[in-house]
């Protein structure tokens, strides 16, 4: 469930909500060959001139694969860093293809809410005040 | 996208009298970029509501989650394994997202936590203004990219009335009236032509639920929704 803004990170937190979905995570980044299929698909790696970080594989993999890898024991900044892969580099249009199935927007959805549970939330440039030339 | 504005405190309060523990949840599309539903406006909401009751000694207990689009079932599928422990659900996203949180968990209450106001833009932080109807006769390609359904207070597809006062509306002076911009920018690109016929009248009456499945996907689902 979420908690009112924090500066610490909950890394058993983090924990429980991996712990939750676990199976299907797992098969999810087990799966995942780096045929880089899911990128063609990407209208925003396509627009940003074939930007690896705007591939969606790369995207669920610094993402929670991380999360995964370190088991939570993440610190506030690279949960920042994570925030700008999850929000600035994906709409979650839901059009990412991959041939193994894997079913990224839920993965990145997942992610998401990982991070919403530590207080960290999507970056809107009209709500930041920052215009999105600064957010580059 | 859609604006909304969150609830009155007490409205929600009314809503919520006698559950004693809720689920609030966010939507991470429109309402949450509107600042109405996200889940900051989640987390805010809960401890408003929980010093609330806890000042008149109600029990009451909320925990808040958001998923990332309450109009996709993707997402709400998310709330599956918690919405059992709960005894009604607040949702943060607007009349669509009730609406199908209601549809896919039938036995609890789902109660709306904001208000859908309309159609709009982001003017800028904070600032959001109606922009469309969602009429479904679009009429822009000839009045210029200004849409007279929502900026005209009389919705008209000829205009103008006989009302205008100068460039204001009659309603009011700090309203602009739509076909004096509308005529303006069509003057501007030397296309006045597109309002000197007459345009007939919508079919208002044709109210119907609306519904859209794209040519492609019309043999996947037509004989399952007709």
Same mark, same amino acid.
């Given at each position: 469930?979420?908690?009112? @803004?924090?500066?610490?990170?909950?890394?058993?937190?983090?924990?429980?909500?991996?712990?939750?979905?676990?199976?299907?995570?797992?098969?999810?980044?087990? @799966?995942?060959? @780096?045929?880089?299929?899911?990128?063609?698909?990407?209208?925003?790696?396509?627009?940003?001139?074939?930007?690896?970080?705007?591939?969606?594989?790369?995207? $669920?993999?610094?993402?929670?694969?991380?999360?995964?890898?370190?088991?939570?024991? $993440?610190?506030?900044?690279?949960?920042?860093?994570?925030?700008?892969?999850?929000?600035?580099?994906? $709409?979650?249009?839901?059009?990412?293809?991959?041939?193994?199935?894997?079913?990224?927007?839920?993965?990145?959805?997942?992610?998401?809410?990982?991070?919403?549970?530590?207080?960290?939330?999507? $970056?809107?440039?009209?709500?930041?005040?920052?215009?999105?030339?600064?957010?580059? | 996208?859609?604006? *909304?504005?969150?609830?009155?405190?007490?409205?929600?309060?009314?809503?919520?009298?006698?559950?004693?523990?809720? #689920?609030?949840?966010?939507?991470?599309?429109?309402?949450?970029?509107?600042?109405?539903?996200?889940?900051?406006?989640?987390?805010?909401?809960?401890?408003? #509501?929980? #010093?609330? &009751?806890?000042?008149?000694?109600?029990?009451?207990?909320?925990?808040?989650?958001?998923?990332?689009?309450?109009?996709?079932?993707?997402?709400?599928?998310?709330?599956? /394994?918690?919405?059992?422990?709960?005894?009604?659900?607040?949702?943060?996203?607007?009349?669509?997202?009730?609406?199908?949180?209601?549809?896919?968990?039938?036995?609890?209450?789902?109660?709306?936590?904001?208000?859908?106001?309309?159609?709009?833009?982001?003017?800028?932080?904070?600032?959001?203004?109606?922009?469309?109807?969602?009429?479904?006769?679009?009429?822009?390609?000839?009045?210029?990219?200004?849409?007279?359904?929502?900026?005209?207070?009389?919705?008209? &597809?000829?205009?103008?009335?006989?009302?205008?006062?100068?460039?204001?509306?009659?309603?009011?002076?700090?309203?602009?009236?739509?076909?004096?911009?509308?005529?303006? /920018?069509?003057?501007?690109?030397?296309?006045?032509?597109?309002?000197?016929?007459?345009?007939?009248?919508?079919?208002? /009456?044709?109210?119907?639920?609306?519904?859209?499945?794209?040519?492609?996907?019309? *043999? /996947?689902?037509?004989?399952?929704?007709?």
């Amino acid at each position: 469930m979420t908690h009112i @803004a924090k500066k610490t990170v909950d890394s058993s937190r983090i924990r429980e909500i991996l712990d939750g979905k676990k199976a299907r995570m797992k098969t999810c980044l087990q @799966a995942c060959a @780096a045929c880089s299929l899911c990128a063609d698909s990407c209208f925003m790696f396509n627009g940003k001139d074939g930007d690896p970080q705007y591939m969606p594989s790369y995207k $669920v993999i610094k993402t929670l694969g991380r999360l995964y890898r370190k088991r939570g024991n $993440v610190s506030r900044a690279e949960l920042e860093r994570m925030q700008q892969l999850l929000w600035r580099n994906c $709409v979650l249009c839901g059009r990412c293809y991959c041939p193994f199935g894997i079913d990224i927007p839920n993965m990145i959805a997942f992610a998401r809410g990982i991070l919403r549970s530590q207080g960290i939330y999507g $970056v809107f440039p009209h709500t930041s005040g920052s215009t999105e030339a600064e957010l580059q | 996208m859609v604006i *909304a504005e969150i609830k009155p405190l007490d409205e929600i309060k009314q809503l919520l009298g006698g559950y004693r523990k809720v #689920l609030n949840t966010g939507c991470g599309g429109c309402t949450s970029v509107c600042l109405a539903g996200g889940q900051k406006e989640v987390d805010i909401l809960n401890t408003k #509501l929980s #010093l609330s &009751f806890k000042a008149e000694n109600v029990p009451f207990e909320i925990d808040g989650f958001t998923v990332e689009r309450q109009c996709e079932i993707q997402f709400i599928s998310e709330l599956d /394994r918690m919405v059992g422990k709960y005894d009604a659900i607040l949702s943060m996203a607007c009349g669509a997202g009730v609406q199908f949180l209601a549809e896919r968990y039938p036995d609890k209450p789902v109660f709306p936590g904001v208000n859908s106001t309309f159609v709009g833009v982001n003017k800028d932080i904070g600032w959001y203004e109606e922009r469309c109807k969602c009429c479904g006769d679009c009429v822009l390609g000839f009045t210029g990219g200004i849409c007279p359904v929502s900026m005209c207070a009389k919705s008209l &597809f000829n205009g103008p009335c006989g009302g205008p006062q100068g460039e204001s509306c009659e309603v009011s002076k700090d309203i602009p009236c739509a076909w004096v911009a509308i005529h303006k /920018r069509l003057k501007a690109q030397n296309r006045l032509d597109n309002i000197k016929a007459i345009h007939g009248p919508r079919e208002w /009456r044709d109210q119907v639920q609306g519904r859209i499945i794209l040519e492609p996907y019309k *043999a /996947r689902y037509v004989k399952n929704t007709e």
